[in-house]
């Protein structure tokens, strides 16, 4: 074999090893919080000096085993309703403070987990849905047992947006849900997220075909699975899905594919100049008004 045979072997090769390692990257980097946050105590004590209502650490185990840990906010004035708060991606607990504010404010008991592989909470890897939503249905059981809760609700905001919408076939004690910024299907945002990186359709999907396959045979799950799209479509619970139209993390077009599988139980309310989940900034008022309106009908 010639040198430059050689050399063209050694090129082709290496294209070929870094095309399956790439997606093998980009699949890790998203199915794991490699720096958590820690649950800040002083954030609970701070909200309960504010609404006046007691706060308490509570457990569940999950179906594989994992603990996931909650605070749990109880209103002085207690309306029967309970709300369980989904954050982000790489977020915690205490990114839906402010909405727990208003909602404890309004008589609502609250319950703010961190999601798997979050915060305080157990697992490493993230499923976006697929077995989180195993997990709402575990917080709901916790949530109903408890004396004087008699009606449930939901609202998150992206990825636990999305998780509380998936958990819906399974938990048929939900009475309505708001959906800040999620998405339609996770492989659907998986190429936003490339062609937000400068990759067109046809050069990410050979990314997120292997990326997909490499998670099915190391990890067990299909993200194709990732799907609030499939579970919003026979639906008859209530869906209040808000989006900012300036969204460049997941579009607004997630929000209206959904809107568009079941008018009927859904309601869209797209915020003029917000961005990603910055729809209670934007707008706090409006943003108070129609989430405890659409509860209390």
Same mark, same amino acid.
């Given at each position: 074999?010639?040198?430059?045979?050689?050399?063209?072997?050694?090129?082709?090769?290496?294209?070929?090893?870094?095309?399956?390692?790439?997606?093998?990257?980009?699949?890790?980097?998203?199915?794991?919080?490699?720096?958590?946050?820690?649950?800040w105590?002083p954030?609970?004590?701070?909200?309960?000096?504010?609404?006046?209502?007691?706060?308490?650490?509570?457990?569940?185990?999950?179906?594989?085993?994992?603990?996931?840990?909650?605070?749990l906010?109880?209103?002085?004035?207690?309306?029967?309703?309970?709300?369980?708060?989904?954050?982000?991606?790489?977020?915690?607990?205490?990114?839906?403070?402010?909405?727990?504010?208003?909602?404890?404010?309004?008589?609502?008991?609250?319950?703010?987990?961190?999601?798997?592989?979050?915060g305080?909470?157990?697992?490493?890897?993230?499923s976006?849905?697929?077995?989180?939503?195993?997990?709402?249905?575990?917080? @709901?059981? *916790?949530?109903m +047992?408890? #004396?004087?809760?008699? &009606? =449930?609700?939901? $609202?998150?905001?992206?990825?636990?947006? @999305?998780? *509380?919408?998936e +958990?819906? #076939?399974?938990?048929? &004690? =939900?009475?309505? $849900?708001?959906?800040?910024?999620?998405? @339609?299907?996770?492989?659907?945002?998986?190429?936003?997220?490339?062609?937000?990186?400068? $990759?067109?359709?046809?050069?990410?999907?050979?990314?997120?075909?292997?990326?997909?396959?490499?998670?099915?045979?190391?990890?067990?799950?299909?993200?194709?699975?990732?799907?609030?799209a499939?579970?919003?479509?026979?639906?008859r619970?209530?869906?209040?899905?808000?989006?900012?139209?300036?969204?460049?993390?997941?579009?607004?077009?997630?929000?209206?594919?959904?809107?568009?599988?079941?008018?009927?139980?859904?309601?869209?309310?797209?915020?003029?100049?917000?961005?990603?989940?910055?729809?209670?900034?934007?707008?706090?008022?409006?943003?108070?008004?129609?989430?405890?309106?659409?509860?209390r009908?």
């Amino acid at each position: 074999m010639t040198r430059t045979s050689r050399t063209i072997l050694v090129a082709l090769l290496s294209m070929a090893l870094g095309g399956l390692l790439l997606p093998v990257v980009v699949v890790e980097g998203n199915l794991h919080v490699f720096h958590r946050s820690a649950a800040w105590t002083p954030g609970a004590d701070t909200l309960t000096r504010e609404t006046g209502a007691p706060w308490e650490d509570v457990k569940i185990q999950a179906a594989d085993g994992e603990t996931l840990d909650a605070w749990l906010f109880t209103p002085p004035h207690p309306n029967g309703a309970a709300v369980i708060l989904l954050h982000g991606v790489v977020d915690t607990r205490m990114g839906m403070s402010a909405h727990a504010d208003f909602l404890l404010r309004a008589g609502f008991t609250v319950l703010t987990p961190d999601c798997r592989g979050h915060g305080a909470s157990g697992g490493n890897t993230l499923s976006y849905g697929i077995r989180d939503a195993d997990d709402v249905h575990r917080w @709901a059981d *916790l949530l109903m +047992a408890r #004396p004087g809760i008699r &009606r =449930l609700y939901g $609202l998150g905001q992206s990825m636990g947006a @999305a998780i *509380l919408i998936e +958990a819906l #076939p399974r938990e048929p &004690r =939900l009475r309505a $849900l708001v959906a800040d910024c999620p998405f @339609a299907t996770f492989e659907e945002v998986a190429y936003d997220r490339l062609e937000q990186r400068g $990759l067109p359709p046809l050069a990410a999907w050979p990314i997120i075909q292997i990326g997909f396959a490499y998670t099915r045979l190391r990890y067990g799950f299909d993200l194709r699975e990732a799907s609030p799209a499939a579970a919003i479509r026979a639906t008859r619970v209530p869906v209040l899905l808000i989006h900012g139209v300036d969204d460049q993390n997941i579009p607004i077009r997630h929000s209206r594919e959904l809107h568009a599988l079941n008018p009927a139980a859904t309601q869209l309310w797209e915020v003029a100049g917000a961005g990603h989940i910055s729809s209670l900034r934007i707008q706090p008022d409006a943003y108070r008004e129609r989430v405890l309106a659409f509860f209390r009908q």
